[in-house]
């Protein structure tokens, strides 16, 4: 009879967290920034600009810092998923021919994700101020045409890579992708994300760097690919592009929009709880 009346209590739980909405850690809190570096302005901060980008080609290329604050993030929700989520801010359109591979055909091209390391000199970045000649773990080489963030089998100093996320042709609406449309990268538990938020929770700064780089290189043969920007919404973005066909064309900038962690929904945390529990029970 216990048994069963926990069992309740704790579907009881889950029939009312399922109203509850996941956690938003975006850069508009406390302590977040976002910026976009260009190498090919190496003393410019870009940081309070309406746009973060990337790009590359053997004139400029760029790449995306987001920082946020992580200081409220429970060790409960360090057990799930933590996606990173940006949104389309492209006014020149996120076109097929820009995502998809029409000469190799081989996959769309998207973003590689790097996490930085919350302990290093210059983790508590300020977009005010932030350059490529001063931002931490940049390598500001002057060659344009490759990556200030190293590459996937071998990062710059100071940051790990965390994989990579593809566009999706499937989201395509009316020729392309829409403004204000999200775009995830997903970290699952145990993932050098996960511990680098922790790693920063025991800072002062209590904050996180993700690094975003387009995937591709200034050698593909895909000329539509080099050196088109690819661009977020930042927090500044307000409001957001013109889109006849998107939702949320016009809308005022808020934790929708903003890139941001988005921690799993406080049901998911629940049934993880339920299934530790299960397996307990088992052994």
């Known amino acids: 009879m216990k048994r069963l009346l926990v069992l309740m209590a704790l579907v009881a739980v889950v029939l009312l967290a399922t109203n509850a909405q996941a956690a938003v850690y975006s850069t508009r809190h406390d302590g977040g920034a976002d910026a976009e570096l260009r190498e090919s302005a190496p003393d410019q901060a870009r940081g309070t600009g309406t746009e973060i980008a990337s790009r590359i080609a053997s004139n400029r290329n760029s790449v995306i810092y987001l920082k946020f604050n992580v200081a409220d993030i429970s060790p409960a929700e360090l057990l799930g998923d933590i996606a990173v989520r940006t949104t389309y801010r492209n006014a020149n359109q996120l076109t097929a021919g820009r995502i998809e591979d029409t000469v190799g055909g081989g996959a769309n091209t998207g973003f590689d994700y790097f996490v930085m390391d919350p302990t290093i000199a210059g983790a508590d970045w300020d977009e005010a101020t932030i350059t490529p000649n001063n931002a931490p773990a940049y390598n500001s080489d002057g060659d344009l045409s490759t990556k200030p963030t190293g590459y996937t089998f071998f990062p710059t100093t100071g940051l790990t ?68 920007n690819y661009l977020m919404n930042p927090k500044e973005m307000n409001p957001l592009n013109a889109d006849s066909d998107s939702p949320w064309g016009g809308d005022i900038m808020s934790d929708l929009f903003a890139p941001a962690l988005v921690t799993p929904e406080p049901a998911t945390l629940v049934l993880l709880g339920l299934g530790g529990l299960v397996l307990r029970r088992k052994r």
């Open 161 to 228: 890579y965390l994989g990579q996320q593809l566009f999706d042709s499937g989201e395509i609406y009316g020729g392309a992708l829409l403004v204000g449309d999200q775009f995830e990268f997903n970290n699952a538990p145990g993932s050098a994300l996960h511990a680098a938020i922790v790693a920063a929770q025991a800072t002062d700064h209590k904050t996180v760097t993700v690094v975003m780089g387009i995937a591709h290189d200034a050698t593909n043969p895909n000329t539509n690919w080099i050196g088109f």
